[in-house]
């Protein structure tokens, strides 16, 4: 099981490593999507929590400290 998670760190890590601006972009068009939901009022939860934009600012988050261990 440990062998295995090593082996996806290390294959996700490489995969990051030639990719630094892939999470951050990846969130910055998350924190965009949900602002144009935000004029469809019929979207409900997703507009009431804003979840996109949560999401989209953690994941630039990680995908920048990821960027700049690597």
Do not use: C
């Not at 440990?2 to 951050?24: C, I, V, W």
């Not at 910055?28 to 997703?46: E, H, K, R, T, Y």
Request: glycine share 8%; net charge neutral.
């Amino acid at each position: 099981m440990r062998s295995k998670f090593n082996q996806f760190l290390d294959t996700t890590s490489e995969y990051f490593a030639h990719r630094k601006g892939l999470l951050p972009a990846v969130g910055i068009l998350l924190v965009l999507a949900n602002a144009v939901i935000q004029f469809f009022p019929s979207a409900g939860w997703l507009v009431d929590t804003d979840l996109l934009l949560h999401l989209g600012i953690i994941v630039a988050l990680v995908g920048i400290l990821l960027a700049w261990a690597l």
